[in-house]
């Protein structure tokens, strides 16, 4: 069964460091998002994708933030500066044309700053 | 604008008991609703998903929920639980053509034996 793949499962950073969170959807799919979720806090939609540009973001997605699909296959969230707050499980998701078969997560990277 | 409320932080269930998994939403347009699991350390798994179909949903390892527009619910079951069915249980919604989708809290089922 096809598979959302995403890159480190874990990873720790210093805290002022930039961070690349890499994700490699579906390969035919094509709407992507981020979410995170704190410790022990609820699944939080960061931002989708589609067409090349963002559709929609949250509050949560500041200028900090960015997302880039830079070779057709891989979706990447940057985290120009992070914070200690950032640290969370990220997870990517994709889906195809239709809503109606739904999201295929990855097995999302815990990012650790430090 | 859309909001979920799963109405259970955590459920707890004797093994082959009923499970009642508490779902209600908001939502300006027809939304699509899903229901995720979460075991420990995994990612997010479909269970089901309603999309404006069939009203009685059925999904993997013997879960179905119902939407009810009239009481804006999509409350997640299952006959007997299982020991397996221990983890995190979100419910989703999602509208506009799916460029945003919010998650509930979440309910964490505990199975005993």
């Known amino acids: 069964e096809p598979e959302v793949t995403q890159t480190p499962s874990h990873q720790v950073t210093q805290m002022g460091q930039e961070v690349i969170l890499r994700c490699v959807p579906i390969?035919?799919?094509?709407?992507f998002y981020w979410y995170r979720q704190i410790l022990g806090q609820k699944v939080e939609f960061l931002v989708s994708?589609?067409?090349?540009?963002?559709?929609?973001k949250s509050e949560i997605f500041d200028d900090q933030f960015s997302v880039e699909r830079p070779d057709g296959s891989n979706f990447t969230l940057k985290i120009r500066s992070t914070k200690l707050e950032d640290s969370a499980m990220y997870f990517c998701?994709?889906?195809?044309?239709?809503?109606?078969?739904?999201?295929?997560f990855g097995s999302g990277t815990r990012l650790t700053v430090v | 604008a859309q909001s979920v409320t799963q109405l259970d932080s955590h459920v707890s269930v004797s093994e082959g008991t009923p499970v009642l998994l508490r779902c209600n939403y908001s939502?300006?347009?027809?939304?699509?609703l899903f229901w995720y699991v979460q075991h420990p350390n995994k990612g997010l798994q479909l269970l089901l998903k309603?999309?404006?179909?069939?009203?009685l949903v059925k999904g993997i390892n013997g879960f179905e929920a119902e939407f009810k527009k009239s009481e804006t619910s999509f409350h997640l079951t299952k006959p007997s639980a299982h020991m397996s069915d221990a983890a995190e249980y979100f419910c989703?919604?999602?509208?506009?053509?799916?460029?945003?989708?919010?998650f509930g809290a979440g309910t964490r089922l505990f199975v005993k034996a």
């Open positions: 998701a994709s889906r195809g044309d239709h809503e109606e078969y739904g999201y295929t």
């Open positions: 390969s035919n799919h094509l709407y």
């Open positions: 994708f589609y067409n090349n540009e963002i559709s929609e």
């Open positions: 939502s300006s347009y027809s939304p699509s």
């Open positions: 309603y999309t404006s179909a069939a009203t």
């Open positions: 989703v919604v999602s509208e506009g053509g799916g460029f945003k989708t919010i």
